[in-house]
């Protein structure tokens, strides 16, 4: 059970460019969401989906795109990344959308934007 | 809205110490209450969780109290170990709107010296 997986780690972009965070869950979990952590801010919602082919928007989605084709992936695309966009981005899953599921983190993919 | 307040730090403590960690929350209702872990370089991980007041959640000899009175989660441990040295995170969670709204704090990173 590998849980839930992120690629890349780490990755260098210009700004302008456009690029696409990988995240996979194999728990067979219907909600996932991307979350982004700046320092002094915690955590920020960008995107979440409640299962495949339902996505919705968070807090902070400007600039993001995503989509739901199966159960297990959820995408997050950066259309023309801006140094604002610099941050580390989490992808996360739970059982499902009540509010006392725990949800399960990704190891992260660290962003710059210069 | 909501909000999660709890401080930034760093604390650091000597091996063995007693820890407290204070989490105040504002929330409509009853939110469940959680506390992450971040270990450097990782993802979070659900450290311990409670979801109705007076609920006492508990996990690796931490304990946190949901006090509806006071809206507070403070999270305690008796004795720490330098291997709990991270990031903590304290987050409530809603349902609002279709899905389920996760607020965190900002996050207080423990430093336990031998």
């Known amino acids: 059970n590998a849980g839930v997986t992120q690629t890349p780690k780490f990755q260098v972009l210009k700004t302008g460019q456009s690029m696409t965070l990988q995240c996979a869950q194999d728990?067979?979990?219907?909600?996932m969401s991307w979350y982004r952590q700046d320092p002094g801010m915690g955590l920020r919602l960008i995107h979440y989906?409640?299962?495949?082919?339902?996505?919705d928007q968070g807090e902070v989605p400007n600039g993001y795109n995503v989509s739901r084709s199966t159960t297990e992936d959820f995408p997050l695309r950066l259309l023309s990344a801006a140094p604002s966009q610099t941050s580390v981005y989490f992808c996360?899953?739970?059982?499902?959308?009540?509010?006392?599921?725990?949800?399960?983190f990704g190891p992260g993919t660290r962003l710059t934007v210069t | 809205g909501n909000s999660v307040t709890q401080m930034e730090g760093p604390v650091t403590l000597s091996e063995e110490a007693f820890l407290t960690i204070n989490c105040t929350y504002t929330a409509t209702g009853y939110p469940s209450l959680f506390w992450y872990v971040q270990y450097p370089g990782e993802g979070l991980q659900l450290l311990l969780k409670a979801t109705k007041a007076d609920d006492k959640g508990s996990n690796k000899g931490f304990e946190a109290t949901y006090r509806k009175e006071t809206t507070s989660f403070h999270l305690e441990k008796g004795s720490v170990q330098v291997s709990d040295s991270a990031v903590y995170f304290c987050a409530l969670s809603r349902w609002s709107g279709g899905y389920q709204k996760v607020t965190f704090g900002i996050g207080t990173k423990l430093q336990v010296i031998p």
């Open positions: 989906s409640v299962g495949a082919g339902i996505t």
């Open positions: 728990m067979n979990h219907e909600y």
């Open positions: 996360a899953s739970s059982y499902g959308a009540g509010e006392s599921y725990e949800q399960y």
